[in-house]
């Protein structure tokens, strides 16, 4: 039974996608933090000149 556990591979594909997934958002998550403050502060620094 433990053999037959080790053996079975149908769940590995998921869970691979699953983790490409996952690193995937992450990366996207911090694209879009960094443009985020990028553009706070560009749109920051108009404005102060714009006064």
């Known amino acids: ?3 037959k ?3 079975d591979e149908s769940g590995a ?3 691979e996608y699953g983790l490409i997934a996952a690193g ?3 990366a996207i998550i911090t ?3 960094s443009l985020g ?3 706070n502060d560009k ?3 108009i404005s ?3 006064k």
């Open 13 to 15: 594909t998921a869970i």
């Open 37 to 39: 403050v990028t553009l």
């Open 1 to 3: 039974m433990i053999q």
């Open 31 to 33: 694209v879009v933090n």
């Open 24 to 26: 995937i958002a992450l």
């Open 43 to 45: 749109f920051t620094s």
């Open 48 to 50: 102060s000149s714009l």
């Open 5 to 7: 556990f080790w053996s």
